[in-house]
């Protein structure tokens, strides 16, 4: 069925590093994208979307691009800060009404 | 304005008891939606619903869990004799009409613990 892998592990890295965090999805069709992210002690809150082939999402300083030919979405900002330590969650929607998430990445930022 | 509210935030069930749980959708949302997550994972589909149907069970785990949303707004989760593999944060959003390009809007969870 549709689903979403994202790469295995926490994440951590020093403040001013770049972040990448790998996203692919399977799905028939043409599903939507979405990263949320869920700060320690708070609930999940969407990050950024795509919703068709090419098109680009960004917020915070984040962005990921919808890529059709390698079925990815992958995360990425150019200089974390420590406020940026969360949990962070690939997803689609494949038009069935409900979000398909990935298992999360940890990421820890370093002062 | 106000997001998706839960109640309780946390609930601590003895193996065998009936548990409850509450969801406030934002004002005018049409659809509704459980999810549950395990410790360490991403959180998995329960249920839908659109306005007051439920449109979409197939994420339930067993007939143990039951979901209502009887006047189109607010939702209760019923599991009934809870099992200690029930134990996890229960998440609700809501969206405006559902539709697959739409943001989902998630609520703080339910913790449950059943021991």
């Known amino acids: 069925g549709d689903s979403v892998t994202q790469m295995e592990g926490p994440v951590t890295l020093s403040e001013e590093a770049f972040l990448t965090i790998n996203c692919t999805y399977t799905a028939t069709g043409y599903p939507s994208l979405f990263w949320y992210v869920q700060y320690p002690g708070e609930g999940l809150q969407l990050l950024l979307k795509?919703?068709?082939?090419?098109d680009k999402g960004s917020n915070k300083g984040f962005e990921a691009t919808y890529r059709k030919e390698t079925t990815s979405f992958h995360l990425e900002k150019g200089s974390v800060q420590v406020s940026d330590s969360a949990v962070y969650f690939c997803a689609l929607n494949y038009g069935n009404n409900r979000l398909a998430f990935g298992k999360g990445n940890q990421v820890v930022v370093i002062p | 304005g106000a997001g998706v509210s839960q109640s309780p935030r946390y609930k601590v069930a003895k193996r065998g008891q009936d548990v409850a749980l509450r969801c406030d959708p934002i004002s005018g949302h049409v659809s509704l939606f459980w999810y549950q997550q395990a410790l360490g994972q991403g959180p998995e589909f329960l249920t839908y619903f659109q306005n007051e149907a439920q449109l979409d069970k197939s994420g339930l785990p067993s007939d143990r869990f039951f979901a209502e949303r009887p006047e189109g707004s607010v939702s209760t989760l019923k599991i009934q004799r809870t099992q200690q593999e029930d134990s996890a944060v229960y998440l609700c959003?809501?969206?405006?009409?559902?539709?697959?390009?739409?943001?989902?809007?998630f609520g703080p969870g339910t913790r449950l613990l059943v021991l």
């Open positions: 795509a919703t068709k082939a090419d």
């Open positions: 959003a809501s969206s405006l009409q559902g539709a697959q390009k739409e943001t989902q809007y």
